[in-house]
């Protein structure tokens, strides 16, 4: 079992920053792929980015420029860094993580967190 938590969300204004961190505990294999996928309300829960153990990384094309995802393999921990914030990106973020092979697809993710908000104020 892998257990997530993700923290560093919160209310910031358009063009601002924020850092989300995902702590992961349990057994977490090398084979894993760590991700972030957001949830709007009244939306699907969409791809945000992924990264590879050997520290390969994917992001969605909306948050490319702005978002950059990284790990820390010693800490079992991921992070977003987020900037220029636009208020459509205000949503609740997820952690997973898995033997993933498409990244983009949340349904292949095997253990979640229970999200942060993220609120972007115009």
């Known amino acids: 079992q892998v257990q997530l938590v993700e923290s560093g969300g919160g209310l910031v204004q358009a063009g601002g920053s924020l850092r989300l961190s995902c702590a992961a505990s349990?057994?977490?294999?090398?084979?894993?792929?760590m991700g972030w996928f957001r949830q709007a309300p009244g939306k699907e829960r969409e791809f945000v980015a992924a990264i590879r153990w050997s520290g390969g990384t994917y992001h969605a094309d909306s948050v490319k420029g702005r978002f950059t995802i990284s790990r820390d393999n010693a800490k079992n921990t991921m992070y977003l860094q987020m900037n220029s914030l636009k208020p459509e990106d205000t949503a609740v973020y997820y952690c997973a993580t898995g033997v993933v092979n498409a990244v983009r697809v949340a349904g292949g993710y095997d253990y979640w967190g229970q999200g942060t908000q993220v609120t972007v104020s115009s």
């Open positions: 349990g057994r977490i294999l090398s084979t894993y792929v």
